[in-house]
């Protein structure tokens, strides 16, 4: 399996899904090898960096390969402050895994997303092996259908064209990657993302004064739809001026969306947690009254379903493919900020109907699990191996 985040050293829900999909295979009796970059500020004269054996919660082991290299999570949502030259540090990625690739004795190749197809498609051609691309976005989702970069999208391309097959984190992904990629839709698979369950007596008690509290989860770009989130808060606090709402993420939208809340008089009611990982992230679940995610083309939403565990009410876009998991979850236009605030307001004044929906939404999440995504992945696995007998 070919990667390029991981936790803890992630900056969003691949590096999660990646992880839950890892170890679930390995303690299902897979043996997983995953290739993974490593950060070097300058060029290194070894490929690798190092070899980690890591364990399941179950005791199960695997190894991880950490290969030096310039590659840094979601840099191509903003390409011209990356800092170097991103496509020749994913191809330059490549050869490394190819060099370092003989001491692996595989069945299969599992790439992620379109900074691993250039080592995907390299592998494929020398071994002969099967290849399944897993699909968690695409350059329309991570511009928010604006104007993709050319380079990336031809990669992705390529991509979507070479693997034997494609598994699709939702529906809504499978129909973005038929409708405006032209994948023949008998290619693709759809398996959702599981979950990791949250204890829930892990929160560690009240803060904010017992205040409304309103949060977004997510990288602050364009896709994510921060400024939705804001526009809701500017409405919302009219009505209940007490409100507080919580960005939970970094991005390269942060500075904008500090000086938008200022413009929209919000500074004494929007805060910036930054990015939250473990006890951090789950303490501030369990401390919202209200899950908002206003993203503008989200493939799945992992933090949705998060907040749902917990028992939150859960609002997203109707363009989130999480909805096919949470089918209680309310679904608005992302631009329909009017109707989200609406519906935030309804939900603070009447605490029972707020509790009820949580009720149902933590209901339905019990039911998404990584055991459950797995078990469809086997399947995927075995059908691209026919392929190849």
């Not at 005791?59 to 840094?72: A, E, H």
């Not at 800092?83 to 895994?97: Q, T």
């Not at 693709?188 to 004064?209: E, P, T």
Request: negative net charge; hydrophobic residues 40%.
């Amino acid at each position: 399996m070919i990667g390029w985040e991981y936790p803890p050293k992630n900056s969003g829900g691949l590096g999660v899904a990646c992880k839950g999909i890892v170890e679930h295979l390995v303690d299902s009796g897979f043996v997983v090898t995953l290739i993974l970059p490593k950060f070097t500020s300058h060029e290194s004269p070894e490929s690798l960096v190092s070899e980690t054996e890591f364990f399941t919660t179950k005791g199960k082991n695997y190894k991880v390969i950490y290969l030096s290299s310039r590659i840094t999570p979601y840099a191509s949502c903003d390409l011209d402050n990356y800092g170097g030259n991103l496509i020749d540090d994913v191809y330059d990625y490549a050869k490394k895994v190819l060099d370092c690739i003989n001491e692996v004795n595989f069945d299969l190749i599992h790439i992620h997303d379109w900074l691993t197809v250039p080592v995907g498609i390299l592998l494929k051609e020398k071994y002969q092996k099967p290849l399944v691309m897993h699909v968690h976005s695409t350059e329309y989702d991570r511009t928010a259908a604006g104007a993709p970069a050319a380079d990336v999208s031809e990669i992705e391309k390529r991509g979507f064209f070479v693997a034997d097959l494609l598994v699709a984190v939702s529906g809504y992904t499978k129909s973005l990657l038929v409708e405006h990629y032209s994948v023949p839709e008998n290619k693709i698979r759809v398996v959702h993302n599981g979950i990791d369950r949250i204890d829930d007596n892990s929160y560690l008690g009240d803060f904010l004064g017992g205040v409304p509290v309103i949060i977004f989860v997510g990288r602050l770009t364009i896709q994510k739809g921060p400024e939705y989130f804001l526009r809701v808060a500017r409405l919302v606090v009219d009505r209940h001026p007490d409100a507080i709402f919580v960005f939970a993420g970094d991005g390269d939208l942060f500075r904008e969306v500090i000086e938008s809340s200022a413009i929209k008089e919000l500074t004494g009611n929007v805060l910036f947690a930054g990015f939250l990982r473990g006890a951090q992230k789950d303490n501030l679940y369990h401390r919202a009254d209200i899950f908002v995610m206003p993203s503008v083309s989200e493939p799945y939403g992992l933090v949705a379903l998060e907040a749902a565990q917990i028992g939150r009410p859960v609002i997203i876009s109707k363009t989130s493919g999480v909805a096919e998991s949470l089918p209680s979850a309310i679904t608005v236009d992302y631009w329909d900020t009017d109707l989200m605030a609406k519906y935030v307001n309804e939900l603070l004044d009447d605490k029972e109907r707020s509790i009820f929906l949580g009720q149902n939404l933590k209901k339905e999440s019990e039911l998404v699990t990584w055991d459950r995504s797995v078990d469809q992945l086997k399947n995927i696995y075995q059908e691209a191996s026919q392929i190849y007998d």
